[in-house]
């Protein structure tokens, strides 16, 4: 408090004073108005670092949120699934990776080891390629694809390839010969998937053994071993497939994905992703519990009532490749129990056309909206009609995905507001 009776130190306080209110007044500039809808927006949190607390980092950075009234009760806080593992020190080695596939599958460095609908990707594939050689360096890798493309859209041929073959491949295979003969680059990213992965086989030490075909029980053909089912969403029913005629075949969800590994995941070696030459990052441990803690932090301290979810990949299909960008095994790894639940509701559009038809006014029309968004109706009522109930922590995690861009925008906090 200034007591000074000197002009200056008076003048100065003074200025204090006025610089006080002004700051009061831009925070309250910040408050979003009423009539926006569903908003989001990234907020930079500075470098991650292993060992470090994320329930504390992520509430320093929805302190200075709220501090400058961005955060309101009914906000979801979305927190990158990368960060998190990132804190966990949730990494994992090739070695690693390589002695726990042998000694789940019961494999020698000899023997034949069958890997069954991969995704294309030198992120999130490549250095689980290398490290499942790395399980069988004298031996021989057999790798199955679908085709026309992976699992999750990833074109591995041309098109019209059976006219290129000049056979029919409706019911049929392709061959490690064929496909040397017929280079096809990736149109997004310009890789040869094929050969890549056959190079990384052969750095190993192993023999590749690379062909597509869209029946997954072709690859028992081969006689390996054992088998790793790769795929992400169908690995499951594929896994059943399998089974029926070769018992020794894991997930990629059955590898490091006990607590009794130094690193671990619910999720093994799905969601994983490249980190350094010798380290991949595991998908974070405990997901919901993190989501918990977090909401509890916040609660406890700025007496905000929020959800939290923890997210990766979103759940959209890009649509100038065709790749369905969900290469994470879920959307949302883990979230708060606010989160569970379906976003539905009225088709605004189809209201709007219905009432102006029955010569209703502007203001008629918006009352009677409000009076229907009151209402329940159920799924398959006409006024429904058009929308598709979806799980809301798939839309934000989706959502936080788009805004924190593949790229990486330096923001690994994401606030959605008005969703709900």
Not at 298 to 327: C, H, M, N, Q, W
């Amino acid at each position: 408090m200034c007591k000074s009776r000197n002009w200056w130190f008076n003048e100065t306080c003074l200025i204090e004073k006025l610089l006080k209110l002004l700051n009061i007044h831009s925070q309250s500039m910040f408050k979003i108005p009423n009539y926006i809808g569903p908003l989001a927006f990234g907020v930079k949190m500075g470098v991650i670092l292993p060992g470090d607390d994320i329930v504390e980092s992520v509430y320093e950075a929805v302190k200075k949120c709220d501090d400058d009234g961005l955060i309101d009760d009914g906000d979801i806080l979305c927190v990158t699934e990368s960060v998190v593992a990132k804190a966990q020190n949730n990494y994992v080695s090739k070695k690693e990776i390589a002695e726990e596939v042998r000694k789940k599958l019961s494999l020698t460095e000899k023997d034949n080891l069958g890997i069954l609908y991969p995704i294309a990707s030198r992120n999130r594939f490549v250095p689980v390629l290398e490290s499942l050689a790395k399980a069988v360096p004298e031996g021989e890798i057999t790798l199955q694809f679908s085709f026309p493309t992976d699992c999750v859209g990833n074109q591995l041929v041309p098109e019209k390839l059976d006219k290129r073959l000049n056979r029919d491949l409706s019911a049929d295979e392709i061959s490690f010969d064929e496909l040397r003969k017929i280079r096809f680059y990736h149109p997004a990213t310009g890789v040869d998937y094929v050969a890549l992965y056959s190079a990384i086989i052969e750095k190993e030490g192993a023999k590749p053994n690379i062909f597509l075909s869209n029946d997954p029980r072709r690859i028992t053909k081969y006689m390996p071993d054992g088998i790793i089912v790769s795929c992400i969403h169908d690995r499951r029913r594929t896994l059943q497939q399998i089974k029926e005629k070769f018992d020794n075949t894991i997930t990629l969800d059955d590898l490091h994905s006990e607590p009794t590994n130094n690193a671990w995941s619910e999720w093994g070696l799905l969601g994983c992703n490249l980190h350094s030459a010798e380290l991949i990052k595991l998908a974070p441990r405990e997901s919901f519990k993190v989501a918990r803690n977090i909401q509890a932090k916040i609660r406890d301290t700025i007496r905000k009532k929020t959800e939290v979810l923890v997210y990766g990949d979103g759940a959209y299909k890009d649509p100038s490749t065709g790749i369905y960008e969900l290469a994470d095994p879920v959307c949302s790894f883990g979230h708060t129990d606010g989160l569970i639940t379906r976003r539905k509701g009225i088709k605004y559009k189809y209201f709007v056309g219905l009432l102006l038809s029955q010569g209703k006014s502007r203001k008629e029309i918006e009352k009677c909206i409000e009076n229907e968004k009151r209402k329940s109706y159920e799924i398959d009522d006409e006024s429904m009609e058009g929308t598709t109930p979806r799980k809301l922590e798939d839309i934000a995690a989706s959502l936080a995905d788009l805004v924190s861009g593949s790229a990486d925008a330096g923001t690994p906090l994401v606030v959605i507001k008005n969703l709900a």
